[in-house]
């Protein structure tokens, strides 16, 4: 019977309705098929160099294989979920294919092995993919610094106004901080975040290894080249398993992949944060495409940043993902339980939740504009150009933490006298305050070169600076690292 299990023979009583939907995989681990049928592959190629199948067999395993995954890729094959899970339905329908032939395939490996390759390669390429998405949305914020090379607004810490900067800066900020996201996920995926994830499960068994003599070196070789459209030649095994016992039971692959992905969605939340903000009637800095937005069912005046609201919203989901694997870990001896089934429904839905923000984000960066006459009008609230002056006077001499005496004074006055900017002062105040601390430095005219927040995103020197050439350095070193 197709629909018998391949431990069935032990079992005096076959698994009753209820059990079966109980322990199903198939309605969520089908997406692994193409990742199965790779490692069946490979593990046929070392079957016949071994000699424990023929290379006519081999061949007929392989051709049944190749064609389950073309009907599969056309929509012609149907999945039976009597059979549990994406190996077995696989398994069944190659058997029914090339017969005979297909019953040799799983000598010497065990759904253990088997399963444990299959999710590595899955969330190798799933990584790959992720990349990619992180490289466009980099390219998307890029793309808007360059928009916004002219647009002089305000920074924030504690959510205070704190120096003027070059808004497209704060663009290449993101950059800065999602690309780091493409090196941790690029590293885990090339080189692997430790030893153990170099190692091809596959040849371990069900815990054990095997008394055949299987190759899983072989395996690992053949797998090393796995096709995929864009990167010909990656690599995603080294080397065959140094512990049969650990290669079966880690699941340290796994939580390396979400882990990557609670970053990436704690960078994409804290982006949506700052872009809920920015967009709100207070600030009106950003404005982004009407097809990203909402109304209300009540209130029609209103326009809603719904989709930035759920990426921050699906944060917690991701982070929900991460300790539920380590949850479901941290009670496990040592080898295969039933448990790390569990493993693929929390990976495939962090994976789609990251996949899916990071298209929404980039798809709104990309509409987005900072709103020029919005945010200028407001430079001169807010002191922006303090330190600017403190530093100026620096430049004459004068210790930094007097200047930064000499400098709170004179914004206290301004308060006081109802001033809103500090080049509404006169060069008599400059030098009055000056005296008072004890500077015997004069000041000229030449100090309003250091005042106003347009006048200071010019006069940046330093490495990675929000405006001036530092930033200009910036724009143009990440349009030629990403190509846009």
């Known amino acids: 019977m197709a629909s018998e299990k391949s431990w069935q023979a032990r079992i005096g009583e076959g698994p009753d309705a209820l059990a079966q939907k109980f322990v199903e995989s198939i309605s969520y681990d089908r997406r692994l098929y193409k990742h199965d049928i790779a490692g069946s592959i490979a593990h046929a ?8 199948i023929t290379d006519g067999e081999r061949d007929k395993i392989v051709e049944g294989l190749k064609s389950i995954e073309r009907d599969i890729e056309l929509g012609n094959f149907k999945f039976d979920e009597s059979l549990e899970d994406i190996h077995m339905v696989i398994e069944a329908a190659l058997i029914g294919r090339v017969g005979e032939p297909g019953k040799k395939l799983h000598t010497g490996r065990s759904r ?8 590595a390669i899955w969330l190798m390429d799933a990584s790959r993919k992720i990349e990619e998405e992180l490289v466009s949305l980099c390219k998307a914020f890029v793309a808007l610094a360059d928009r916004s090379a002219q647009v002089v607004m305000p920074s ?36 692997g975040s430790n030893e153990s994830s170099e190692q091809l499960p596959l040849g371990s068994g069900a815990i054990a290894g095997s008394s055949l003599p299987i190759d899983p070196a072989a395996v690992a070789k053949d797998l090393k080249y796995f096709p995929h459209p864009n990167h010909v030649g990656w690599s995603y095994f080294s080397k065959p398993p140094a512990s049969s016992i650990e290669r079966t039971a880690s ?14 969605s704690m960078h994409l939340s804290r982006w949506a944060e700052q872009w809920i903000i920015y ?18 069912s009540m209130m029609p005046q209103k326009r809603n940043p719904d989709m930035l609201e759920l990426i921050r919203g699906r944060c917690g989901n991701v982070y929900g993902d991460l300790f539920a ?15 790390l089934q569990e493993d ?43 330190t600017s002056l403190a530093e100026f006077l620096v430049t004459k001499g004068v210790p930094f933490r007097t200047a930064h005496h000499i400098v709170g004074t004179l914004v206290a006055k301004c308060e006081k006298e109802g001033k809103t900017a500090l080049a509404q002062l006169s060069v008599g105040d400059f030098n009055e305050a000056m005296k008072t601390h ?34 200009e350095e910036q724009l143009a070193a990440w349009k030629k690292r990403l190509g846009v």
């Open 45 to 52: 190629t070392m079957l016949a160099k071994v000699g424990l």
């Open 112 to 119: 253990n092995d088997q399963v444990a390759t299959d999710l």
């Open 156 to 191: 924030y810490t504690h959510l205070q106004r704190a120096q003027p900067i070059v808004a497209g800066s704060e663009s290449l900020a993101w950059v800065n901080s999602f690309y780091s996201d493409v090196h941790r996920i690029a590293y885990w995926v090339k080189s």
């Open 251 to 264: 699941r340290d692959h796994a939580c390396d992949f979400l882990y990557v992905c609670a970053l990436i």
């Open 279 to 296: 967009m709100s009637t207070e600030f009106s800095f950003i404005k982004i495409a009407d097809k990203y937005t909402t109304s209300s």
């Open 325 to 339: 694997l380590m949850t479901i870990l941290k009670g496990l001896p040592i080898g295969y339980n039933r448990d």
């Open 344 to 386: 693929k429904r929390i990976v495939f839905r962090a994976y789609d939740t990251v996949s899916a923000c990071l298209e929404m984000a980039t798809a709104i960066v990309n509409s987005a504009n900072f709103v020029k006459e919005n945010i200028e009008p407001t430079l001169d609230k807010g002191f922006l150009d303090a």
């Open 438 to 471: 004890g500077s015997a430095v004069g000041v000229t005219d030449e100090i309003y070169q250091a005042l106003g927040a347009r006048n200071v995103v010019k006069r940046y020197q330093s490495a990675g600076a929000a405006g001036g050439k530092p930033f």
